[in-house]
């Protein structure tokens, strides 16, 4: 479990379940190949990736007890053929019409809908358009708060002001403003109230407390 740090300056250590199996010379296209294999569910969607960039090491995570919780996942850019989509959504509009179709043919036909013809969520979980994200990997994400924010974002990134939106209301949410220092984003909330949790989320009141 040794190996020559001057030898290998610039190497990442690789953990497996907090297992040292060995070092890397390019953690960065090591990332984002095994991030590649995971959104298209060659591996597990519950496996965590995490990548310290100052203790080089990455670490993939599959063992039992990690609470995870989902999140849409955004277009980075790093790989070449998809630069045009940096800071889009994985989701589409064709899978938003295939999710309504799906709903309403079960709310028309029931159980008795053809298995061929359903698209929900193990679909989305599969094609890699949500991930689910543990406490240790949210670390090294960057989450925007919603799909209008990311839009924002891009039209900044392309030197466009950003209006104010002019039919706010006192109701309506508070937007923060963009921080012109980041980089990318690598994941949005589905919706903001997820950021609790979805249990959290089921709770009407504050003293509506389950456990009591």
């Known amino acids: 479990e040794e190996y020559e740090q001057l030898r290998f300056p610039n190497a990442t250590k690789v953990f497996v379940n907090g297992v040292w199996v060995g070092i890397h010379p390019d953690p960065k296209e090591l990332v984002r190949e095994v991030q ?11 496996v965590s990736l995490v990548r310290d960039i100052r203790d080089r090491e990455f670490k993939i995570f599959s063992d039992a007890g990690r609470v995870m919780r989902p999140l849409f996942a955004v277009e980075t850019g790093e790989h070449p053929d998809n630069k045009d989509r940096k800071g889009q959504l994985f989701l589409t509009k064709d899978m938003v019409t295939r999710l309504h179709s799906t709903h309403q043919a079960e709310i028309k036909e029931g159980p008795e809908v053809d298995e ?4 929900g969520w193990q679909d989305l979980l599969k094609r890699g358009v949500v991930e689910l994200l543990d406490a240790e990997e949210e670390e ?66 504050p003293d509506h407390n389950q456990v009591c």
Do not use: W
């Open 36 to 46: 590649a294999t995971r959104r298209a569910n060659i591996i597990s969607s519950e």
């Open 116 to 119: 061929s013809e359903k698209f």
């Open 140 to 205: 090294t994400a960057m989450i925007c708060m919603t799909p209008e924010d990311l839009a924002d974002y891009r039209l900044q990134k392309d030197g466009h002001e950003v209006q104010a939106n002019p039919d706010a209301t006192m109701n309506s949410r508070l937007k923060t403003k963009m921080n012109p220092g980041t980089h990318t984003y690598t994941h949005c909330e589905i919706h903001p109230s997820m950021i609790l949790g979805i249990c959290a989320s089921i709770i009407p009141f």
